[in-house]
Nanobody, 124 residues
């Protein structure tokens, strides 16, 4: 498995921005799709975005499309989530995950490595 460590979370006012990073180590990850998921208290884990192994294909959840952007730098073994126009409903723990495949999708069961999560809190 690949080890994943998220960073960049924090407290921000509504309308603000944050950039999450996910650093990978262990087995090579540049042949795998990567994803971001989130989980708010009392709610189920929710798909946020995914990116293919080469960055050529991305998919964003309807709730974040146009505000969030996933990207990756394979040379740096890092995946990013740029979050703009944040809303209080974006408050959650955000998790980075490595897929078993190379294209990526919204099904969390297709991801076999997970980070510990980073808290994002958006105040109104």
């Amino acid at each position: 498995q690949v080890q994943l460590v998220e960073s960049g979370g924090g407290l921000v006012q509504a309308g603000g921005s944050l950039r999450l990073s996910c650093a990978a180590s262990g087995r090579p990850f540049n042949d795998k799709a990567m994803g971001w998921f989130r989980q708010a208290p009392g709610k189920e884990r929710e798909f946020v975005a995914t990116i293919s192994w080469d960055g050529g294909r991305t998919l964003h959840a309807d709730s974040v499309r146009g505000r969030f952007t996933i990207s990756r730098d394979n040379a740096a073994n890092t995946v990013y989530l740029q979050m703009n126009s944040l809303k209080p409903e974006d408050t959650a723990v955000y998790y980075c995950a490595a897929s078993v495949g190379d294209l990526g999708n919204s099904d969390y069961t297709d991801y076999d490595s997970w980070g510990q999560g980073t808290q994002v809190t958006v105040s109104s």
